[in-house]
Nanobody, 120 residues
């Protein structure tokens, strides 16, 4: 099994910063990509940022210039540095990890989600 554990969410004022962490563990042979998604009440889950094992990065337009995704391949960990936070960033943030297990099977695992609330 592959487990994904997220941390770093919380309550922050507009303009503040948070750093989310996501660690994947288990029978991972190859971790191909990790991404951060978010879902606000009444809205669809959207991809916020993703990064591949080769370093290819993608951001949703609304966070470009404010959020930065990075990775530590040795630790199978991805980070999301969130600066200049806005109330519209309020959502549950989920981490997804995809790759191949030691048994040669593809996997896609979700974390439990961490709440980010931006409010005065």
């Amino acid at each position: 099994q592959v487990q994904v554990v997220e941390s770093g969410g919380g309550l922050v004022q507009p303009g503040g910063s948070l750093r989310l962490s996501c660690a994947a563990s288990g029978s991972i042979f190859r971790l191909n990509a990790m991404g951060w998604y978010r879902q606000a009440p009444g809205k669809q889950r959207e991809l916020v940022a993703s990064i591949t094992s080769g370093g290819s990065i993608n951001y949703v337009d609304s966070v470009k210039g404010r959020f930065t995704i990075s990775r530590d391949n040795a630790k199978n960990t991805v980070y999301l540095q969130m600066n200049s936070l806005k109330p519209e960033d309020t959502a549950v943030y989920y981490c997804n990890a995809g790759g191949t297990t030691y048994w040669g099977r593809p996997f896609g695992s979700w974390g439990q989600g961490t709440q980010v609330t931006v409010s005065s």
